[in-house]
Nanobody, 115 residues
Framework: QVRLVESGGGLVQPGGSLRLSCAAS????????MGWYRQAPGKQRERVAD???????RYSDSVKGRFTISRDNAQNTVYLQMNSLKLEDTAVYYC?????????WGQGTQVTVSS
């Protein structure tokens, strides 16, 4: 079983920055794509960014140029550096990791952008 634990969420003013971390623990044979999703109140969960094991990266258009995803394969950790945050970035952010047989989700961390 793989457990994902997110950290780094919080309250920030527009234009500010936050860095999210997600650490995977448990019996891990291999984690392929790792990524971040978010869900705002009343909206569907959407993919923010993901990164393959070999470093291929995808960003949603809404965060391109502002967010940076990275990972440490040795530590089974994925990061999301969020800069120039906007009000519309407010959401619960979830970590996702694709293992050999299934996908895993973290419990989510709240990011609130407010003045």
């Amino acid at each position: 079983q793989v457990r994902l634990v997110e950290s780094g969420g919080g309250l920030v003013q527009p234009g500010g920055s936050l860095r999210l971390s997600c650490a995977a623990s448990g019996i891990i044979f291999r984690l392929d794509t790792m990524g971040w999703y978010r869900q705002a109140p009343g909206k569907q969960r959407e993919r923010v960014a993901d990164i393959s094991r070999v470093g291929s990266i995808r960003y949603s258009d809404s965060v391109k140029g502002r967010f940076t995803i990275s990972r440490d394969n040795a530590q089974n950790t994925v990061y999301l550096q969020m800069n120039s945050l906007k009000l519309e970035d407010t959401a619960v952010y979830y970590c996702n990791a694709v293992g050999t047989t299934r996908s895993y989700w973290g419990q989510g961390t709240q990011v609130t952008v407010s003045s």
